[in-house]
């Protein structure tokens, strides 16, 4: 069965601009996670979004926005980006919203210069 | 605050020998504990969990131990294998929160010799 789908997989953005990532979680799978991963802080949680609902939200600036569509496709979005936002960003999928079967996609890589 | 720890970014380990990685953390709400493998360009997979109400837990070479007096995790790997060179990283999830939320490790890359 398929996995957990990021597009693009690179990106390259000039600081100011805006971005938006997206995510096709595994069928079925109703929950996506968000993170961000870069050198200095780690894997960090953004937010969580359930049958198109935020449920949980990590310690990022208002910059850092995401949805849930219908589908259970979710888009992130990062705006007025600077320089620091260059990073991994990895989403993550489960079917109820426990623990498990949580998997992770390959990621996305921006880049801000 | 880093609530989860990985004190050794790295370790160096032969082929066939055991590998034991450690982690740590404060927040006494965490209750439950997973351990991922990384490789680079690749999203974190999935190796072990354990429940706090558990202190030990196998799967085939992998094995998680947990001490809650401790706040002190570790994973051993038995034996070695060329292929588990890899970052690995250990999370945990906190008791009650709603949704899924992991808490990672700053990782530990592992490198394992012929």
């Known amino acids: 069965k398929a996995g957990v789908t990021q597009t693009p997989r690179y990106l390259i953005k000039t600081r100011g601009q805006q971005v938006t990532l997206s995510c096709s979680p595994i069928?079925?799978?109703?929950?996506v996670s968000w993170y961000q991963q870069t050198p200095g802080q780690g894997l960090q949680f953004l937010f969580e979004?359930?049958?198109?609902?935020?449920?949980n939200k990590g310690n990022f600036p208002g910059r850092f926005s995401g949805r849930q569509f219908s589908n259970s496709r979710s888009e992130m979005n990062v705006s007025t980006l600077e320089l620091g936002d260059s990073a991994l960003y990895l989403c993550?999928?489960?079917?109820?919203?426990?623990?498990?079967?949580?998997?992770f996609g390959s990621g996305t890589r921006l880049t801000v210069v | 605050d880093q609530q989860v720890k990985q004190n050794s970014p790295s370790l160096s380990v032969q082929e066939g020998r055991i590998s034991i990685l450690n982690c740590d953390y404060t927040?006494?709400?965490?209750?439950?504990f997973l351990w991922y493998k990384k490789y680079p360009a690749e999203g974190p997979t999935f190796l072990i969990s354990?429940?706090?109400?558990?202190d030990k837990n196998e799967d085939g070479r992998f094995t998680v131990f947990l001490n809650k007096s401790a706040k002190h995790l570790s994973l051993h790997i038995v034996p070695s294998q060329p292929g588990d060179s890899a970052v690995y990283f250990c999370?945990?999830?906190?008791?009650?929160?709603?949704?899924?939320?992991?808490?990672f490790g700053g990782g530990t890359r592992v490198l394992v010799k012929p």
């Open positions: 999370a945990a999830s906190e008791d009650g929160a709603a949704g899924n939320k992991l808490t």
């Open positions: 993550a999928s489960s079917l109820a919203g426990g623990l498990d079967g949580y998997t």
């Open positions: 069928s079925g799978h109703r929950s």
């Open positions: 927040n006494s709400m965490f209750d439950y």
């Open positions: 979004y359930f049958s198109e609902t935020q449920r």
């Open positions: 354990i429940s706090s109400i558990k």
